[in-house]
């Protein structure tokens, strides 16, 4: 398996322009499109207010099949009532109309403000032409065009050899705020031309994001509008696969190596984040405590403070799993962070000045071994700085 | 009930001194004692990790009653072992060997950094000092001394007449951070000289906690040390009250309003709070959603700092919503910013103006009508600023 950021799957093409939804100067429209009819398979948001898109797609995906998704920034298309479903419907159905597709191979991503209907008199205007020029944009124009706070664009690919074939898969996603457990404010799109069956494809999508989407959180916010959707077009031409072929666990593995590798782009860029931070729990009484004192500590206002500040405050996580809920029992806690043992049976080791200086690295990992089972989770998160506050406050005004 | 802060129930003595626990120049040790020994009730942390102090409170208060109660800031005594557990009990045991008291009539309270031995040949030095100046300081000292990342002390004391006589309540609190429900990080010491049954008492404190310290959220964590103690004296000479007399719902009252007001002042003194928030959600499907909902709303950074940054962002609520996992119906919806209504039926009503100019004030009042049921729940809490950040990254350095 090689990392390869250049190398593109077969048969999908790329545009993306500057429709004017965002501020001017930036590109925040794109057009993702397979030459052949893909398999599609998509997960979406757990909040139960889900943007119009959302809707719309959570219907289409139930054919399993697309071509085509069109994607927005700059307005979420969330809370938009009737009209909003309009406009999504609207959107797909010019995409549909100008590649001559049927209606519902066309799906619809939006990210941005909620509560503000979309500009359509513009999108009218522009996707015929963002149609037209297909194959002029590169996987790393649509990572722009789809940002929203973000500060860099998001693209991960890897090759596999399948049955003395060559396939490849690429993701590109956005995300960097409002990050939370069952995915982030993120989009992502996941390209391949393996060839494979859609229950396999469905299955390795799902194992991919629960260990990777669904254990980052920057702020605990949960968007209405998070979608990870996969294409399979089959151009590369290898033997079908299903579950139980040789070639699954393969392909499963790239996919989630390359969603581990999005979600870690998506911690570190967290808004205002100066470091990107591991949290696992370890030996938990079970798989439930894990998490969820996983996630309590990856949080934690106080304990995310200290992060930034560079103080080994252990008291914080300590507290955090106090107040997690879980089984624990105080006296049997050991804590490191990174290979420093700062806490040995509930009880300070005495060497907070080498866990501050090992606070200083730009990646922190914090282990916390509860000694009572045998479960454990990792989540990831980021520190919480002063530009976390001022990206919030200020992005709409 | 007349509002007087200058006004304290009889025969309760202060003393307050600097015990070089915190930062020079800081008082950071102080003593409440009655004259007589009162009545004592409290409610804790449900952190699952305690502090000493709070253990060893825990312990005595099943005897109902008290004299004195220790108190310092600086150093939480938590994560502290056996040693810990022992620093507690001679803390309170100098202050009652001093006095002559049974060493169960001494109560011990600690607020500050987790994890650290209290510097004990400090407190033995200082104790009997600080039992001898007993008289020499007010409540307001008091209040200073108990002080961490407060910007102000915190008292309240109120008058009622009981059947010819006067009855005072006092409360005296700190708080700023590491607020959330279930208690604040916060100590709070009500004293009064009403003459009342223990259970009485208990019932008064359980239901004032209830709507007030229970109610208040700065940043969601939750801290180790969480106490708050009432102690009555009797000495107001009025005719013991219980749970069925005329007057218990008058004592039972001001005490509510006491610790209303006192979570008011800590939600107000958030840690780099700018604003006082205060969230209503009505008519939700029942009491638990109305709270969960109300929680959701006032934890999630990105309202907190939409409200910091003037920005009437109604969608970050909408979507704190649709996370908060309560049943709603997202077009019932109905939301207001103080008197102006936002969303009408789950879609903007074009008012974001008039919202803005409304969130330039120092109190904001966010009501959701969820237009489902008949349960509804306030939540108080502040706005995210860089300051918090900033106090929180630097607390120890």
């Known amino acids: 398996m090689k990392s390869s950021d250049g190398k593109m799957p077969n048969g999908f ?9 965002k501020k001017p100067g930036r590109k925040d429209l794109a057009l993702i499109f397979s030459e052949r009819e893909a398999l599609l398979a998509g997960m979406f948001t757990s909040n139960r207010i889900k943007a119009a898109p959302v809707k719309l797609d959570m219907k289409r995906i139930k054919t399993g099949k697309g071509q085509a998704v069109i994607v927005n920034s700059g307005n979420a298309n969330a809370c938009t009532g009737k009209q909003g479903m309009m406009d999504a419907s609207e959107m797909a159905n010019l995409v549909a109309a100008t590649l001559g597709l049927k209606k519902n191979k066309v799906y619809v991503c939006s990210t941005g ?7 359509m008199d513009r999108l009218r205007q522009v996707i015929p032409g963002l149609v037209r020029r297909l194959g002029t944009a590169s996987i790393q124009d649509v990572a722009a065009a789809i940002m929203t706070t973000d500060t ?47 229950s396999a494809l469905h299955a390795a999508l799902v194992c991919a994001v629960r260990s990777s989407f669904n254990r980052i959180t920057v702020d605990g916010d949960m968007s209405t509008n998070d979608t990870v959707i996969i294409m399979a077009n089959g151009m590369a031409g290898n033997d079908v696969a299903d579950e ?20 870690r782009m998506i911690a570190r860029d967290g808004e ?22 996983g996630f309590t500590i990856a949080n934690s206002l106080l304990v995310k403070t200290a992060l930034y500040g560079n103080d080994a405050n252990w ?25 420093v043992k700062l806490v040995r049976r509930g009880l300070a080791t005495g060497k907070e000045s080498e866990a501050t200086a090992a606070l200083k690295e730009k990646e922190i990992k914090i282990t916390v071994d509860l000694r ?8 990831l998160t980021c520190d919480l700085t002063e530009d976390y506050v001022r990206i919030n406050a200020e992005y709409r005004t």
Chains 1, 2 share one sequence.
């Open 315 to 339: 008291g914080r996580i300590m507290a955090a799993l106090g107040y997690s809920g879980i089984t624990l029992h105080e006296d049997k806690i050991d804590m490191y962070i990174n290979r």
């Open 113 to 119: 403000v909620i509560g503000k209907p979309l500009p």
């Open 152 to 198: 860099f664009p998001k693209v991960v690919s890897k090759r596999i050899r399948i049955a003395g074939k060559t396939v490849t898969i690429a993701g590109v996603c956005k995300g960097a705020g409002m990050i939370s457990p069952h995915m982030a404010t993120m989009l992502c799109f996941i390209l391949t031309d393996m060839s494979i069956t859609w």
């Open 372 to 379: 009572l089972g045998n479960s454990s989770a990792k989540v």
């Open 13 to 21: 093409l790329f545009a993306a322009l500057e429709a004017a939804i």
């Open 272 to 293: 205002g984040a100066t470091k990107l931070v591991e949290i696992e729990v370890k030996n938990a009484k079970n798989q439930e405590d894990a998490e969820r004192a």
């Open 244 to 263: 139980d072929s040789v070639y699954f666990q393969k392909f499963s593995s790239a996919l989630s190596a390359i969603t581990a590798e999005l979600s």
